[in-house]
């Protein structure tokens, strides 16, 4: 299975060997993005018909391929274990307090720092001053569909990861507008709540009950060793399959933006990926002096640097329109997002040691 190798210890896996795809993942994601661009760029019409299965701003075709790299987390977990999940007080609150006292303002800075002082050669004050609050919408909303994916690949605790996400997305619907309002300074930002809503829905609900139902049918009928022994081994490839399918039609749509903006793309990307790592090591570090378990550390901290990328590039269209700096910059979000999450995969992949190995539920 793909997750598993990738998932092995890097000293076993060498011995073993990998395939090619398996090895350069990264490089598959990134021929994927260019893919998508170059299909953006010579099949317009591509995705000009995508774009017409949209609702409350949500691309109904990306959730769907969302939706086919979450159901092999949601279809693992075991509800029962979602009580003791609940119980690890440490990891919850850890990630939230990083996810909504440090993230948002932390992104802000680095921004600031990077787009109006290091790169004020570079960029008009105006044009920093829109990347800017491009990079506070990305900041303010923490992942709640990706970090599946990436909790997935860390054999992170499926249940944890629920937990976290239902509590963000709980916490986003009374929370995101305050701290954007704050932070850019406004008072009559309309943030789009149907967007938030439906992705709840789409990236949550939908794989949750087809995960619960799913399991339980399966292991009704066929058993428990036919469910984990064949079943899951059979959808290993379904989640990479998602990833590099979403990413080729993500940027079908972006490419024209992409390409008429290189100089900035890179500028704009620098506080982003520091922002992501500062983060991480954050609470990666924190969580390993609060002796939290690694399958509980990993998605802890990968949930705390990952974005929202889908709500923040909806509320960049919808605050300052489609052809902003705002948007632009929640774009750059979404192009650097998942080749710097893999890399931050990697990392708590090969850092297994420095945590506890109990299987316990930390209190």
């Known amino acids: 299975m793909l997750s598993d190798k990738l998932l092995q210890d890097p000293n076993e896996t060498n011995q073993k060997g990998l395939g090619g795809f398996e090895r350069y993942l990264t490089l598959w994601v990134a021929l994927c ?3 998508g661009v170059a299909i953006g760029q010579l099949f317009p019409a591509f995705p000009e018909m995508l774009s017409r299965f949209e609702y409350s701003q949500v691309s109904i075709p990306v959730a769907i391929l969302i939706w086919l790299m979450i159901y092999p987390m949601m279809v693992q977990i075991d509800f029962s274990s979602i009580v003791s999940a609940g119980k690890q007080r440490k990891a919850i609150g850890l990630a939230s307090v990083v996810n909504w006292l440090i993230k948002p303002f932390t992104m802000f800075f680095f921004a600031w720092f990077f787009l109006r002082i290091v790169f004020a050669p570079w960029i008009p004050e105006a044009l920093a001053t829109e990347y800017i609050a491009g990079a506070i ?6 992942c709640t569909a990706m970090v599946f994916v ?6 992170g605790d499926p ?9 963000d997305d709980l916490v986003l619907l009374f929370l995101y507008a305050p701290i954007v309002m704050f932070l850019l300074g406004l008072s009559d930002i309309l943030v789009p709540y149907d967007t938030i809503i439906l992705s709840v829905v789409l990236y949550i609900l939908i794989p949750l009950v087809a995960g619960y139902f799913s399991r339980k049918y399966l ?7 036919w469910f984990e022994g064949v079943f899951l081994k059979k959808l290993g490839g379904l989640t990479i399959f998602g990833l590099l399918l979403t990413l080729i039609i993500l940027f079908s749509f972006q490419g024209e933006v992409i390409l008429g903006n290189p100089l ?10 520091i922002q992501t790592f500062f983060v991480f090591m954050l609470s ?17 901290a990968l949930i705390s640097s990952s974005n929202f990328f889908e709500l923040a590039v909806a509320a960049a269209i919808s605050l ?9 910059a929640t774009v750059v979000g979404v192009l650097v997002e998942v080749p710097v999450m893999l890399m931050l995969v990697r990392i708590v992949n090969r850092t297994k040691h420095w945590f506890p190995n109990k299987e316990t539920v930390t209190r």
Request: charged share 10%; hydrophobic share 55%.
């Open 219 to 225: 292991i009704n009928t066929k058993g428990i060793e």
């Open 264 to 273: 900035h793309i890179v500028l704009i990307a620098v506080p982003l990926i």
């Open 320 to 328: 300052f329109g489609l052809t902003s700096g705002a948007a632009l």
């Open 150 to 155: 990436w909790s997935y690949l860390t054999k």
């Open 284 to 300: 990666y570090n924190t969580g390993r002096a609060l002796k939290l378990n690694h399958r509980v550390a990993g998605p802890a």
């Open 159 to 167: 249940a944890y990861t629920l937990v976290q996400v239902a509590i």
């Open 137 to 142: 919408l990305l900041g303010a909303a923490p």
């Open 33 to 35: 993005i260019v893919i």
